[in-house]
């Protein structure tokens, strides 16, 4: 089974503090991509990584950057977090080939105050 | 831009009850299309992906139809119990494959 991880299931940063958010699936797949999730405005795409070191931009990449430094791993860097950030972070992956199907993490529930 | 859409976004029905979910989208040159499931705090469980190629897919109590001519899916779920209670989510792959875009979910409510 096609497991993807993430380090934290809750986490409370301060406003200004440099948040880290970690993500790891162990199925080699190429493809990996950060959401976030807020009431009513459903999921959107932060950003996403087509192979190592490499990065693209999502719907909404303001305030975040990202890390890709091994293939199983794709960090989510909030440079200084803000209320606004509050939300669910969700991680996925996928092969970057045949159905593309997208695995999701359990979720990290980031409360910033 | 794909839009999604996803009525009704919420629904409450007594156990036992057969019902349908539906999804709509506006571009019809998907890759894919996946229905997923989602408890509250959670992440997303995937309960069927169906492939451009296809016309649905099944497992179990569930299924799932595309139709990309109309840009609408559908997901039937047969003798609802109490334990499928969650929001259930449509998303579709851009034409490339590599892109999800989400609809906004319908809530379930199956009452014992």
């Known amino acids: 089974d096609v497991k993807v991880t993430q380090s934290s299931r809750y986490l409370v940063k301060r406003t200004g503090e440099k948040v880290f958010l970690e993500c790891v699936q162990d199925?080699?797949?190429?493809?990996m991509f950060w959401y976030r999730q807020d009431p009513g405005l459903g999921l959107r795409l932060i950003y996403f990584?087509?192979?190592?070191?490499?990065?693209e931009k999502g719907d909404i990449p303001e305030g975040y950057s990202v890390s890709r430094e091994k293939k199983e791993r794709f960090s989510l860097i909030l440079e200084s977090a803000s209320t606004n950030q509050t939300s669910m972070y969700l991680c996925?992956?996928?092969?970057?080939?045949?159905?593309?199907?997208?695995?999701f993490g359990p979720g990290t529930r980031l409360t910033v105050t | 831009k794909q839009e999604v859409t996803q009525i009704p976004a919420a629904l409450s029905v007594p156990e036992g009850e057969n019902l349908v979910l539906n999804c709509s989208f506006t571009?019809?040159?998907?890759?894919?299309l996946q229905w997923f499931r989602q408890d509250p705090g959670k992440g997303l469980t995937s309960l069927l992906l169906?492939?451009?190629?296809?016309r649905e897919q099944t497992s179990g109590r569930l299924n799932a139809s595309l139709d990309k001519s109309s840009g609408r899916s559908t997901l039937y779920i047969a003798a609802s119990q109490p334990g499928d209670s969650a929001t259930y989510l449509c998303?579709?792959?851009?034409?490339?494959?590599?892109?999800?875009?989400f609809g906004g979910g319908t809530r379930l409510m199956v009452k014992p």
């Open positions: 199925m080699d797949h190429e493809n």
């Open positions: 990584s087509y192979d190592v070191k490499m990065k």
């Open positions: 169906i492939q451009s190629s296809q």
């Open positions: 998303a579709v792959y851009n034409n490339a494959g590599n892109m999800l875009t």
């Open positions: 996925a992956s996928s092969f970057s080939r045949g159905s593309y199907e997208q695995y």
């Open positions: 571009d019809s040159a998907i890759y894919n």
